[in-house]
């Protein structure tokens, strides 16, 4: 029985080691980085379409790089030079009404994507034949 108590006493004084004695110290909260917060439409005009953006938030100065698709073909770019927040607009042509989208990229990231039309999709697969 003494053995027991002896035992029970050695356990009660090894616990205490394998635990935290202290709190951690608070790190604080983490700082994201300032990024770029565009959004943006796309409106459609004869012969054309006009980019209205919206920049919200800037890090640093730097240019909004626009490069305008027809399918998946790269048909015109365009840059503008973004100081500050504030609206920014930028016109396009297009040759008929078929697709087309609006790559918005900054230092080389794409950060929105607009389109006008449908997107040509492969067709569905065929059903499966029945048995």
Same mark, same amino acid.
């Given at each position: 029985?003494?053995?027991?108590?002896?035992?029970?006493?050695?356990?009660?004084?090894?616990?205490?080691?394998?635990?935290?004695?202290?709190?951690?110290?608070?790190?604080?909260?983490?700082?994201?980085?300032?990024?770029?917060?565009?959004?943006?439409?796309?409106?459609?005009?004869?012969?054309?379409?006009?980019?209205?953006?919206?920049?919200?938030?800037?890090?640093?100065?730097?240019? /909004?790089?626009?490069?305008? @698709?027809?399918?998946?073909? +790269?048909? #015109?770019?365009?840059? $503008?030079?973004?100081?500050?927040? =504030?609206?920014?607009?930028?016109?396009?042509?297009? /040759?008929?009404?078929?697709? @087309?989208?609006?790559?918005? +990229?900054? #230092?080389?990231?794409? $950060?929105?994507?607009?389109?006008? =039309?449908?997107?040509?999709?492969?067709?569905?697969?065929?059903?499966?034949?029945?048995?």
């Amino acid at each position: 029985m003494n053995f027991l108590r002896l035992l029970m006493v050695g356990w009660l004084l090894l616990l205490p080691a394998c635990r935290y004695t202290f709190l951690p110290l608070d790190p604080g909260r983490a700082t994201l980085p300032d990024r770029f917060s565009v959004s943006g439409t796309l409106e459609t005009i004869e012969r054309g379409a006009v980019a209205k953006l919206t920049v919200r938030r800037v890090s640093e100065p730097s240019y /909004l790089e626009l490069r305008w @698709y027809k399918g998946d073909q +790269l048909f #015109q770019e365009r840059s $503008i030079w973004v100081e500050k927040p =504030g609206s920014y607009q930028a016109q396009f042509e297009r /040759l008929d009404d078929g697709y @087309y989208r609006l790559m918005v +990229l900054v #230092q080389n990231s794409p $950060i929105l994507q607009l389109e006008i =039309g449908t997107p040509l999709l492969p067709p569905p697969p065929a059903p499966p034949p029945e048995s």
